[in-house]
């Protein structure tokens, strides 16, 4: 009897389990469908959608067209791509070796480093001092501004440095009794063994690049230089239908000029957030993995 309460009890909470994450799904979801409607709607329907229509009223392109001809579009995307990936790729870089040599025993001062490091993480500079360095070194306009900060992100560096840790010390002498020197069991040895943490914190610095318009908007006065989030922000702000769709549009009656600036801020959205929702699947393998391994030690 009670190994059949216990078993009623286990499905009662695993419906309950069930029923809160599909709500959490829906709840997720339900705005990215009702953006993608509205944005495939036609122009003419767009107006009366509801923020819970999830299905598009008539079928219509003329959104994504514009966006993928416009050329602050354009040029923005290219901008977001070069500082995302030179970011990413410095910041993966520096931060693995820095928790490769701070997470070895015998480094010299490895405590008063990793005091230094925690202290960063509670006294975080704020914009207008980053504004003056960027002034002072002559970054501004540049895309080194944007690239160079946050270098080595605090958390995600403890995150490796754990995962490090975990290392067997047999593996790393079996490979210096093989006559591999110090950047060779880093390389070889150390890095394939931490593909998961490398992956996660690869993911959080891409998130954080791509979202970034804060600091674009603030150190770039040269629009050619805009990301693509700092596009999305001049268009929804300034709301210029003229300069969004052009003056010859405007003046055509048909296609572009017909297009629901609603309709225009769901598609700029989107076409935002898609690229990296697009990377997700191919890393989500490694995060859980690396996320929990960076937590336990």
């Known amino acids: 009897m009670a190994s059949q309460n216990r078993t009623g009890l286990e499905r009662a909470e695993g419906a309950i389990i069930v029923s809160v994450l599909l709500a959490l799904v829906v709840i997720t979801v339900q705005p990215i469908m009702n953006l993608l409607a509205i944005s495939l709607s036609d122009p003419a329907n767009v107006p009366a959608m509801s923020g819970l229509a999830v299905i598009p009223e008539g079928l219509s392109f003329d959104i994504w067209t514009l966006l993928a001809n416009h050329p602050a579009v354009q040029r923005g995307l290219m901008n977001s791509l070069f500082i995302t990936v030179t970011a990413t790729l410095l910041n993966v870089t520096f931060t693995a070796l820095m928790a490769w040599a701070l997470s070895r025993q015998r480094l010299p001062f490895r405590r008063t480093i990793f005091i230094l490091v925690l202290i960063t993480i509670v006294f975080e500079p704020g914009i207008i001092p980053d504004y003056f360095v960027m002034r002072r070194l002559g970054l501004l306009d540049d895309y080194a501004s944007v690239i160079i900060f946050k270098m080595v992100n605090a958390w995600y560096l403890i995150i490796l440095i754990r995962f490090f840790e975990e290392v067997p010390e047999e593996l790393i002498e079996a490979a210096e009794l093989d006559g591999a020197n110090p950047f060779q069991v880093f390389w070889r040895v150390v890095l394939p063994l931490a593909k998961p943490a490398l992956a996660t914190i690869t993911l959080f610095y891409i998130v954080y690049h791509w979202n970034d318009f804060l600091r674009p908007m ?80």
């Open 218 to 297: 603030i150190y770039f006065n040269d629009q050619g230089k805009w990301p693509l989030q700092v596009v999305l922000r001049q268009f929804v702000l300034v709301g210029d239908k003229a300069a969004i769709v052009g003056l010859e549009a405007m003046g055509s009656y048909t296609g572009a000029s017909q297009i629901d600036f609603k309709a225009f801020r769901a598609g700029m959205i989107l076409f935002t957030i898609l690229p990296v929702l697009a990377i997700y699947p191919f890393i989500l393998k490694y995060f859980t993995k690396g996320t929990m391994s960076g937590a336990l030690k």
